[in-house]
Every structure is written in C-alpha cells, then in structure tokens.
C-alpha cells in the first residue's frame, strides 16, 4: 500500500532527526506543536508552503523545515551549517544581521 506525502515526510524527518541528532519520534513531534504554536524562530519563507524554523531540542541547534500544507516538519539540518550555507535572501523573512540579533536569547 502507498503511503501519503505527508506520511512520507514525517517518517523521512524522523529519520533525519535519529540520524543527524539522536532525536527520538516524541522531540519532533514536540517541535512540531512548538513551530505551530509560533514558540521558534522563523528564519526564512522558502516558498509558500515551506518555512524554515530555528529551534533548540535538547540542548542542540537546529533548522526545521515546516510543510505548512501539510502540518508536518520535512527535514532537520544542524544550524551551524544552515547558517553557514544558507544566504538570507530578499524573499527571506529576516535577514543575517536579524537573525544574530533575534536569536540572542
């Protein structure tokens, strides 16, 4: 039986979650109660359905990608190396200098 896009995305960010960071299935699915519920930072509008959200879980830095369609976080990327490959653009939500200041906790 085929599985749903959205079921795809979520088995492929907890993959990425376990893989990347050690996270378990109940920290994604409280980053994704914690970027619908606004308590991330929005870094950037990648299209109109896709967000990236900065978040700390447990004690480590990421980016969530958000499927705002869908409800579902897509993937995890450590932010460092967001940060370090990703250029704000214009269409971005803030730019670099904003999201230095913004993430100051």
Not at 40 to 52: D, R
Not at 76 to 96: A, D, G, M, R
Request: charged fraction near 30%; include cysteine.
């Amino acid at each position: 039986m085929l599985r749903s896009k959205k079921a795809n995305q979520i088995k492929h960010a907890q993959q990425r979650a376990r893989q990347r960071f050690g996270l378990s299935k109940n920290a994604i699915e409280q980053l994704t109660k914690d970027i619908q519920q606004q308590k991330c930072k929005l870094l950037e509008k990648q299209s109109p359905i896709k967000t990236a959200w900065y978040a700390v879980v447990e004690e480590m830095e990421v980016v969530a990608i958000y499927d705002s369609r869908r409800h579902v976080i897509v993937t995890l990327f450590p932010y460092n190396w967001w940060k370090e490959t990703h250029c704000f653009t214009n269409s971005s939500v803030i730019n670099e200098k904003q999201t230095e200041k913004n993430l100051d906790f």
